[in-house]
């Protein structure tokens, strides 16, 4: 009985490298959120999706960061040209379905993002 | 946008005693009001929610209290052990506009033998 699978736990990456973060969501959740976590701070939402598509991107940077749910395989998160403000770890979360249907989110153990 | 905050921020208790955290929060909208557990080098779990028709819940050892007319809820751990220790956040949100949580800032909760 898999949790949400995030990998790899740790990445570091040099400024203007790419970083690609990958979420596995729990069996049976179609729900994925993403989240960004500052030290000492909250977790930040980033983005919404669902398969194949983006409900929320409203906390997403428009510029460098894209994310994607495809209909195989693990939802993304990508940073282009990474610079050192995005060292953070981004936690994603599933859920069986969306808030209108008062699913609670469940989390995995993040991905640690340095940038040297 | 919604605006989250947590008292206090660090609290420490002896063990057996209980803990209480509060959250208050400012969108009118908020209908569902989940405390999360994170301990370190983990991700957020989530250890108890309630929704906006419910006063208080109420699982073991912990329970969730709501006053959406003061709009705050708050966490109550009773009998408190060492494995209780971690950073707790309150995570409000609005269930109509996609579920998405804002996290308040934390408490690092520290129980001592």
């Known amino acids: 009985n898999a949790g949400v699978m995030q990998n790899p736990r740790h990445l570091v990456r040099r400024r203007g490298q790419e970083a690609r973060l990958r979420c596995s969501p729990m069996?049976?959740?179609?729900?994925v959120y993403w989240y960004r976590q500052l030290p000492e701070e909250g977790l930040k939402f980033m983005v919404y999706?669902?398969?194949?598509?983006?409900?929320?991107e409203s906390g997403m940077p428009k510029e460098r960061f894209s994310a994607e749910f495809p209909k195989e395989g693990p939802s993304i998160l990508r940073i282009q040209q990474v610079v050192r403000g995005d060292s953070a770890a981004y936690f994603c979360?599933?859920?069986?379905?969306?808030?209108?249907?008062?699913?609670?989110?469940?989390f995995g153990d993040g991905t640690r993002l340095s940038i040297l | 946008g919604e605006n989250v905050e947590q008292h206090p921020s660090t609290l420490s208790v002896q063990e057996g005693d209980s803990a209480v955290i509060k959250c208050t929060y400012s969108?009118?909208?908020?209908?569902?009001f989940p405390w999360y557990k994170q301990e370190l080098g983990k991700g957020p779990q989530l250890i108890i929610d309630?929704?906006?028709?419910?006063g208080e819940k109420k699982d073991q050892r912990i329970a969730v209290t709501l006053n959406k007319t003061a709009k705050h809820f708050s966490l109550h751990i009773t009998e408190t052990q060492p494995e209780d220790s971690a950073v707790y956040f309150c995570?409000?949100?609005?269930?109509?506009?996609?579920?998405?949580?804002?996290f308040g800032t934390g408490t690092q909760l520290k129980v001592e033998l």
């Open positions: 979360a599933s859920s069986p379905s969306g808030g209108g249907n008062n699913q609670p989110q469940h």
């Open positions: 069996k049976g959740h179609s729900h």
């Open positions: 999706l669902q398969k194949e598509n983006i409900i929320d």
């Open positions: 969108d009118s909208a908020s209908n569902y």
């Open positions: 309630i929704r906006s028709n419910v």
């Open positions: 995570a409000p949100a609005f269930t109509g506009g996609g579920n998405k949580l804002t």
